[in-house]
């Protein structure tokens, strides 16, 4: 089970956005690190048993999409007809096999749905109705639309709506703060949970899921489903989960770009990463984050932003987790 | 209005697939012959009176949606559950915008939906119910689902349930041969029509529609809606339209990697395309073709299937089609 004596490696993101450091207390901050700590145990978990890097992915995921802090799974955001629209991917790179679900409504983990629609391997990409009876007929649990909510997302959503219905995102100003009193800055879309792992056998594995954007218009798809741009892996180069402004990383396909950069022009990890979120999306006007592992098992989690939850853990080494720049 | 002195061009498909040449009667190639002329005197008209690659390539996807002839818009094969769904995209290689609609049930032309969703710039994928309101709040025009059906069409579908529910492409031989001595090759599920174009500023767009499989799962979409799978442009490099086995489309993210290729491995055009068509999509069991058209205007339009509906034209002159090999 020792493999080629690489060391097992795994990171996770629970979304960028807007963090201001003044809003959030001790505490507050405490359940984010909590959140994070855990999402990295459970992967650590199956790594260090040699366990493949998808298993791993999966359940840093479905640790992500049970926790209420973040929108993923249970804590999702509402969409602009008060309901709950969830989307998730996940990608193995030893195969380039993919599987994705969008807009689904039913399905209480999404990144277990994505993973039976690359294990079933007719498709890579359900949506809608389909997906839920997909999920259904491969014995997935479902839940009914309701257990996505949270008194915080609701109150998120409201506020959002009586602002003039801009979209919002996951952020920890808008959980914690004085809502009343925090602006509407219709740039901060960017809640979204991943993970990137990189197992004993030197296979790469990466995993995202959204609730998407508060308030938005039902049936939007944002990059957290669309391999190559919210989630990609390819044993040849890099794992990669994205979290931003999901249209701009569909329009640049960041995941894939961050790949073809290391493949084709023989950047190393960090530059790939670091061009193409510190300069491609801003060009475009875009702003966000992405984690990161390449096939050595180095790894980054560059952000645009004021904040991104994420973390890392490496081996059997303590997990580190962070909020802030 | 002359440009920099480009010759404006345009490339279209109708479908790669399995397509016999015994299957076809001469009177039935030139049908086929004459829809893809049509397609692509629509897109050199808007190039050749000035208009942008952009208004080409929608007129020429309007075109193919609007032909029986062709999976996309009217003639969209049927899903498992006797409807249809629809999936378009289109993408301006100017500014990287790019617009899709996935599972679409009522807009009769596709590929203006997923304009509409680039044009109006707050979303770049709409799928489901939610994409139809979007495209009838932006008063597109909607049509009964059942506009989509022809006789050939249902058919096939009622060939295919029998046959124990295995996808079927478009192709010739399903809709003209003497049905129950085809065999169903359940490879064959590459019904796609696409269009990409060079206008005289020299920019570069492309855009794609189909109907997806026949009897296919409802909520599966494939690689045409996905910007970096099935459509993809960029001035830079390239504009490509794809048709072939979706599901390794979009796990290759085949319009960006021939993108990236030439942009960071330096291939030119043709080896690029060939690269994924050829060696690239079989090594994971697909099969299919693009359409792709470089800055410097020279088209290439490559297959490994037995046939692919196919044309160009270049400047003023006559567009040029072809079927098989």
Redesign the interface.
């Known amino acids: 089970m020792s493999g080629p004596g690489l060391v097992p490696a795994i990171a996770v993101h629970g979304g960028a956005g807007t963090v201001a450091r003044s809003s959030l207390s001790a505490a507050q901050e405490a359940l984010y690190h909590a959140g994070l700590a855990a999402a990295l145990k459970a992967g650590q978990i199956v790594l260090m048993q040699g366990g493949s890097a998808l298993d791993a992915v999966t359940e840093a995921v479905v640790s992500l999409e049970d926790c209420p802090l973040f929108n993923a799974g249970h804590g999702a955001v509402f969409t602009n007809n008060g309901t709950h629209e969830l989307d998730a991917s996940i990608?193995d790179g030893r195969t380039?096999?993919?599987g994705a679900v969008?807009?689904v409504r039913r399905i209480r983990n999404p990144v277990r749905a994505a993973r039976a629609v690359m294990e079933d391997g007719?498709?890579?990409?359900?949506?809608?109705?389909?997906?839920d009876?997909?999920a259904a007929e491969q014995g997935l649990e479902l839940v009914d639309n309701a257990y996505f909510a949270t008194d915080a997302r609701r109150e998120q959503w409201q506020l959002v709506r009586a602002g003039g219905g801009t979209a919002l995102d996951h952020d920890a100003a808008n959980l914690f703060a004085v809502l009343p009193k925090t602006p509407l800055d219709p740039g901060r879309k960017l809640g979204t949970v991943g993970a990137v792992a990189l197992d004993r056998e030197g296979n790469l594995a990466a995993a995202t899921s959204t609730g998407g954007l508060t308030n938005?218009?039902?049936?939007?798809?944002?990059d957290t489903p669309?391999?190559?741009?919210g989630c990609?892996a390819n044993n040849r180069t890099v794992a990669v989960s994205a979290t931003g402004s999901?249209?701009v990383f569909?329009?640049?396909?960041v995941g894939?770009?961050i790949s073809?950069?290391m493949e084709?022009?023989g950047s190393d990890l960090a530059a790939a990463c670091n061009y193409v979120v510190m300069e491609g999306l801003p060009a475009?006007g875009g702003r966000g984050g992405v984690i990161a592992i390449d096939r050595g098992g180095a790894i980054v989690l560059p952000f645009s932003t004021e904040g991104m939850y994420r973390g890392y853990a490496q081996g059997d080494g303590a997990p580190v987790t962070a909020i802030y720049r």
Chains 1, 2 share one sequence.
Request: with cysteine.
């Open positions: 990608m380039l096999a993919a969008g807009c007719d498709y890579v990409f359900l949506a809608g109705e389909g997906a009876r997909f938005k218009h039902a049936g939007r798809i944002g669309i391999i190559g741009a990609y999901g249209e569909m329009r640049l396909v894939h770009d073809a950069r084709y022009a475009l």
